[in-house]
């Protein structure tokens, strides 16, 4: 099952354990179960430090098996043949079980090993979903870190009944003591405030994390214009600290990137992971999955010249406060809604922003993607392969994606596009989409269309919530800068989707991080 190259990783992975972890599966007969004993075969053959134990668990099905280190659980649990994109997902966990060392940041660790709820996490996933593995990996963390939290990754292709039972269209979906907690696309910084949410007390007896001295330059928001940010303010000696949710951003969820200048062919994940060891070349603190909660303006302090110049207060979402001399604010922006009836109330049951993660659960049915840009078209092609038909819906008498994806899309036989439509309602039948009701725009017409699910690609929305209160912004939301970054703020700078820069492209915004990170030198440099 498993070739040569990856088991020789696995061999090479293994040497970062410091102690020896071991496979226990379920009880039981199942038609892939041969599979899977293969499967984790394979893997405990690479090295003494991972066994398959011949004893069973009878609490788990036999598509099942638990880690286990150190004599005891470790309350991570994989249902099904963790392939694809879970690969990942259990080297990772066995490497953490092993000993290697969390990806979450101090703050969020101390969070996590104060709480006292048992925390019982299922986690439904598709082998094909690149936004999975964030989900996994993080609730993984979370359940080596206190022994009250578990967490189960469950291949809804194999166990497709518990899938149908709940009514499951979309992953990756999070439920949480048997109730649905998260679904969708969601980051760790995320998962903490939810968890804060449903139990208001959880940080009490949380220990605070050791602060940061007073920094140069703060950078929030780790996609290509922060990255870009982080990295030209550290070539210029400043402190600097980059909190974000996740590096790469909204980059990560892209599939091919063909436009970005010098390669003429990459994706995602390869490209955030080339952030990743960019970053690591300088000294930046990088405090990543995590959120600013706030920013405060401390009391001014006059320079030489006699100019007061303020400093601001950053206070994060594990509780951690610090002042810093500058800020870039890069948070770019996140998928934007129809908001109409229907959309909200069926988000997980048929109504999906990820063409790549939900299209799976659609296979051989009727679908329609909402939104003729590049990212529209592009979902309709991806999603061409998978279900029986797409139709695209767009607002505007015409489509505003590149040429050559709408002749890509058009050669297509099972890919209709409409023009000059409104969407008006989302119905949906025993808790899954059904139909589309949307207004012909140039006869005025409502009409209705069946299907099972819709892709909403209509654009962004800025993510500026952090900061609204602090600079001045558009009707949109978009922070207002000028020709060099700077907002109505002194020593508050952004750059990147979050801002009024026309054209939100990778490589726009990452020359845009650049120019703040230049902005921000020059105004230290003044003080």
């Known amino acids: 099952m498993l070739d040569q190259g990856l088991l020789d990783a696995v061999k090479s992975y293994s040497e970062r354990m410091t102690r020896p972890i071991e496979f226990v599966l379920g009880e039981g007969e199942h038609e892939q179960r041969a599979e899977l004993v293969d499967f984790l075969t394979q893997i405990a053959g690479t090295t003494d430090k991972i066994r398959l134990s011949q004893q069973v668990d009878t609490n788990l099905s036999p598509m099942s098996f638990k880690i286990r280190s150190q004599d005891k659980d470790t309350g991570i649990i994989f249902s099904g043949i963790p392939g694809g994109h879970e690969f990942t997902s259990l080297i990772l966990a066995i490497l953490q079980s092993g000993g290697s060392e969390l990806k979450l940041d101090p703050g969020i660790q101390n969070i996590i090993k104060a709480i006292k709820q048992p925390l019982k996490f299922e986690t439904f ?36 009944d518990m899938i149908n039972e709940r009514n499951i269209q979309g992953v990756p979906a999070v439920y949480l003591n048997g109730k649905p907690f998260a679904n969708g696309k969601i980051d760790t910084a995320k998962l903490i405030e939810k968890l804060q949410q449903q139990y208001p007390d959880l940080m009490s007896g949380a220990a605070v994390a050791e602060q940061l001295e007073q920094q140069d330059v703060t950078i929030i928001g780790g996609g290509p214009a922060g990255v870009a940010a982080a990295i030209y303010v550290a070539r210029k000696g400043l402190k600097v600290t980059m909190v974000a949710d996740r590096i790469g951003g909204q980059v990560k969820d892209t599939q091919d990137i063909e436009n970005f200048i010098s390669i003429p062919l990459t994706n995602g994940n390869e490209l955030s992971a080339n952030f990743v060891k960019h970053i690591t070349a300088y000294n930046i603190t990088v405090k990543e999955m995590v959120s600013v909660t706030s920013i405060s303006e401390n009391s001014a302090q006059m320079n030489e010249q006699g100019e007061d110049k303020p400093t601001y207060q950053i206070t994060l979402n594990t509780g951690e406060s610090f002042a810093t001399r500058a800020i870039i604010v ?7 809604k129809l908001n109409i009836k229907g959309e909200d109330e069926n988000i997980g049951s048929g ?15 009727d679908v329609a993607v909402v939104g003729g840009g590049n990212s529209g078209i592009e979902a309709a092609i991806d999603l061409a392969g998978i279900v029986k038909h797409v139709t695209v819906l767009e607002f505007a008498d015409t489509l505003k994606a590149d040429q050559v994806l709408i002749d890509k899309a058009k050669a297509r036989d099972n890919i209709d596009i409409m023009t000059n439509i409104a969407s008006q309602e989302i119905k949906a039948t025993d808790g899954k989409v059904s139909s589309l009701i949307y207004q012909d725009r140039t006869t005025g017409e409502n009409k209705e269309l069946p299907l099972s699910a819709i892709f909403v690609q209509i654009g962004l929305v800025p993510n500026s919530e952090v900061v609204k209160d602090l600079v001045q912004v558009t009707k949109f939301g978009e922070i207002e800068i000028n020709e060099k970054c700077q907002t109505n703020k002194p020593g508050i700078f952004a750059c990147g989707d979050v801002t009024t820069v026309p054209f939100k492209q990778i490589n726009i915004a990452m020359g845009e991080g650049s120019k703040a990170a230049l902005s921000a030198f020059e105004y230290l440099m003044l003080q």
């Open 125 to 160: 996933v598709s082998l094909s979903c690149h936004n999975c593995p964030d989900v996994v990996q993080a609730l993984n963390q979370f359940a080596l870190l206190n022994d009250n939290i578990s967490n189960e990754m469950i291949d809804g292709g194999v166990f497709q």
């Open 330 to 336: 890069a948070t770019g922006a996140k998928w934007r």
């Open 351 to 365: 109504v999906a922003y990820c063409a790549h993660c939900d299209g799976p659960f659609f296979k051989g049915k």
